[in-house]
C-alpha cells in the first residue's frame, strides 16, 4: 500500500485491530471448547453432580453426549 493509501485507510485503523482482537478471542473460546482436558472435567463435573442427586439421569444423559460429541468432533 503506498503513501496515499495508507493515509486515506487511517481512520480506519482502529476498527481493524477491534476486528484482529475479536478474532482472537473467538479463536481462544474455540480452543477452550474443544479442549480434551476441560471436557473430561466438565463431564467429571456432570458426573458428581449426578451423584449428589443435583441433576438428573436425563440431564447428565444429555450433558455426556453433548461433551463426548464435543470431544470426538
Known sequence: MGLIGGLLTLPLAPARGLVWVFEQVVDEAEAQLHDPARI?????????????GEIDEETYEALERELLDRLHG
Not at 40 to 52: K, P, S, V
Open 40 to 52: 473430561r472435567a466438565e463431564l467429571a463435573d456432570a458426573e458428581a453432580a449426578l451423584e449428589r
